[in-house]
């Protein structure tokens, strides 16, 4: 085995069993929300340290971190992994573009008529790898690696195209000093490089700079994260490489502790009250039906195409069923969408509130029919052999 499959297998390692924290801590902020400690939830969440509210905290400062890492992962792929070649690219960068343009089509087409509601169009273009990688998990040998590799592939530029969206769309007006601020500690990230410093301690200490910076300009602070990560150096031997050590060393934070505090803190809906016609307006059933069928039907009819016509090939061993399964699993949107729809709507307002019910509705839909698609399929090995005797 190779040291770059090892690595790729860790990393899928650890994204997997962080989906199954990911899916406990949402499932507890669910259960508190809708018992006699809702109160003391929605308490905690809104108590003001250093002028920020506790979720504020969460969303722009530990986020950034789960972005930093998230930055690292597209750059590593992109130059030296997965990503590193436009044949490798084709057939992810094609999926993920219809599956994130579908969705926000379905999501305008069913929510567009109201222009406050219609900010929300990006919440359903957005996939949650640790929880898609947490039910592939599920499914032991049932999908092929190929697959759990295309998967990544396909969210690391779903990332991509979420970054562009927040940053693009999602930017209020500008504080021009600070938004300078960040690009001058951004250049000395990026002399640092140059220079072949190695150390991480200068990208840290700058990094927080430059996040500081970032939550004063009025570009999202999480942004910062990624804007760093584009600095860090890679070097061919991960042992001496900055961008693998740090990419390392966040790898369990972010997995276990930073993405489950998120989920606790944003998946908390309170079902008291709940009627039909809220269930079924406009936001919430424009999010469901984004991320279940606008999900799957983008990813696979862009893939259809591509392969009929020669540019990309179905991952190895994979069949189509199995193809669509994961598609169906991309619909997964939790982490990301729960962010864009906080950005869209503000945290706490009732726009938010009902964009959450979507992503749950949608995630946990695009979640059970993944499962029970591909658990019906032969397992890869099986797969393999049946082939094997047949072409015999």
């Given at each position: 085995m190779t040291e770059r499959s090892s690595t790729l297998r860790a990393f899928l390692a650890t994204e997997a069993a962080g989906g199954f924290v990911l899916i406990a801590a949402a499932a507890l902020a669910l259960i508190i929300a809708n018992s006699p400690?809702?109160?003391?939830?929605?308490?905690?969440?809104?108590?003001?340290?250093?002028?920020?509210?506790l979720l504020h905290w969460v969303n722009d400062a530990l986020m950034a971190i789960f972005f930093l890492l998230v930055g690292l992962e597209i750059k590593r792929e992109m130059l030296a992994g997965e990503l590193s070649s436009w044949r490798q690219r084709s057939l992810p960068?094609?999926?993920?573009?219809?599956?994130?343009?579908?969705?926000?089509?379905?999501?305008?087409?069913?929510?567009?008529?109201?222009?406050q509601a219609a900010r929300g169009w990006a919440i359903p273009a957005a996939t949650d790898i640790a929880f898609a990688l947490?039910?592939?998990?599920?499914l032991g040998p049932r999908v092929p690696a190929s697959l759990k590799i295309f998967l990544t592939a396909l969210a690391i530029l779903d990332d991509m195209g979420a970054v562009a969206i927040i940053a693009v769309f999602y930017t209020e007006q500008l504080a021009l000093l600070p938004l300078a601020a960040a690009l001058a500690g951004l250049a000395i990230l990026y002399a640092l490089n140059r220079l072949g410093v190695t150390r991480l301690t200068p990208w840290l200490l700058i990094?927080?700079?430059?996040?500081?910076?970032?939550?004063?300009?009025?570009?999202?602070?999480?942004?910062?994260?990624?804007?760093?990560?584009?600095?860090?150096?890679?070097?061919?031997k991960p042992a001496v490489s900055p961008l693998h050590r740090l990419e390392h060393r966040l790898q369990p934070w972010v997995a276990f502790v930073i993405v489950p505090i998120f989920g606790f803190a944003n998946a908390?809906?309170?079902?008291?009250?709940?009627?039909?016609?809220?269930?079924?307006?406009?936001?919430?059933?424009?999010?469901?039906?984004?991320?279940f069928l606008g999900k799957q039907l983008g990813i696979a009819a862009a893939a259809g195409v591509a392969i009929k016509l020669g540019w990309a090939s179905l991952p190895a061993h994979a069949t189509w069923r199995q193809f669509y399964g994961v598609a169906i699993l991309c619909g997964i949107g939790f982490t990301m969408s729960l962010f864009i729809g906080a950005l869209a709507f503000g945290e706490g307002s009732a726009l938010n509130e009902a964009a959450k019910l979507?992503?749950?509705?949608?995630?946990?839909?695009?979640?059970?029919?993944?499962?029970?698609?591909?658990?019906?399929?032969?397992?890869?090995?099986?797969?393999?052999?049946?082939?094997?005797n047949a072409s015999g």
């Open positions: 400690l809702a109160a003391a939830y929605f308490d905690m969440l809104g108590t003001r340290l250093g002028g920020l509210s960068g094609l999926a993920a573009a219809a599956g994130m343009a579908v969705p926000a089509l379905i999501y305008l087409a069913v929510a567009g008529g109201d222009p947490g039910v592939l998990a599920l990094g927080a700079l430059v996040w500081f910076a970032m939550l004063k300009s009025g570009v999202h602070a999480t942004l910062a994260g990624v804007a760093v990560a584009m600095t860090v150096p890679l070097r061919a908390g809906v309170s079902f008291a009250g709940l009627d039909p016609a809220t269930v079924l307006g406009p936001v919430p059933l424009g999010v469901a039906l984004g991320l979507g992503v749950l509705a949608g995630s946990l839909l695009s979640a059970l029919a993944g499962y029970l698609l591909l658990a019906g399929t032969q397992p890869a090995s099986s797969a393999r052999n049946a082939d094997t």
